[in-house]
């Protein structure tokens, strides 16, 4: 448990304002929008963490996987995978990366933070010494993670209520020192609440993102087409007036936008 | 080949799927064709072949994709030197593609080794 009273992550995810998180764009990336249209709508990344033995992979595999058959797996073991998902008639491509095995190689997993836009910080509720642990995951977090990052704590192993070491209300308590973390309690093995993990990550995550929209489109417009973007729910609606030119409204907000296409690249 | 995958501008005609639990690894029309020779292990593995070498297999048709984000859902096995072989993201059978570390851009799927819708 971390000590420190009231420890709040620096910038914490209730704050969507912050200047430097609108998205700069770059001229490549502004070209490589005018490329047809995605597939999916959304990217994000998803990193899982945790001690030794929580149960990180049984997560991913269980998101990932119903139909799971030990016989087929490959021996050299999955490293990350793609994975689209439909949330609110959005498609989003998710990439979840399991960081089992290289707990100890600190420069291999920092560059998996800096890019991660959620992050599932995962305990063994059976092993006190997992949830022990949890602070110094938590350095990890401050020192590489954006501090954008959704951050979820789950603590896993449901399934073995007779060996639970820690209960609910200590892993509430410590998702409550960190502003903006949630908590579940989840189990792999039957699969209770995994789905239910991953996907209210991502509705949070995509929340984030739409503010992001917002206050970009709002900085290039100088807000006049602010209010006309915020009834722009959908993600690919096309402009009726110009659509050969609504890609750049990351560039520059387009003139007629009675709706636009906003294409999402995080 | 079998007729009617590639379409008249070279893409994947139809989806691409796992062979063995159907999930989808494609959409239609976001792959191209490429021909390339590529060794994959075989994907029928018994108990004994673990002991002996890999059996390897020579493909040569392959869906070429440039971003992994394009693939619908695909599983990325950890380094096996400079390659990541690419599985099923669901039941994880594989390999079916082939990734190098070194060619950034280059995502390989090999038609021997999926299904199309």
Known sequence: MD??????????????????????????????RKQPLRPAD?????????????GKTSLMERFTDDTFCEACKSTVGVDFKIKTVELRGKKIRLQIWDTA???????ITSAYYRSAKGIILVYDLTKSETFEDLPKWMKMIDKYASEEAELLLVGNKLDCEIDREITKQQGEKFAQQITGMRFCEASAKDNFNVDEIFLKLVDDILKKVKMTILQFTWERSNGSMLSKIMTNDAPHTKCETCSA?????????????????IYLFI | MEQGLVSEDGKNARAVLCQRCGCKVL??????????ELLLPSMKKTSLAENSEQECELLIEHWLVHDMFTFDNVGFSKDVGSIKFLVCADCEVGPIGWHNLKEQNSFYVALDRVHHE
């Open chain 1, 245 to 261: 030119k609504c890609m750049e409204l990351y560039i520059a907000v387009c003139r007629h936008i009675k709706g636009a296409v």
């Open chain 1, 101 to 107: 095995g290289q707990e100890r190689f600190n420069s």
């Open chain 1, 3 to 32: 000590p420190r009273p009231g420890y709040q992550r620096a910038g914490g995810s209730s704050n969507h304002h912050s200047a430097s998180s609108s998205p700069a764009l770059t001229g490549a990336q502004a070209r490589r």
């Open chain 2, 27 to 36: 959409s239609a029309g976001v792959a191209t064709l490429a021909k390339r």
């Open chain 1, 42 to 54: 959304f990217k994000l990344q998803v990193i899982i963490i945790g001690s030794r033995g929580v």
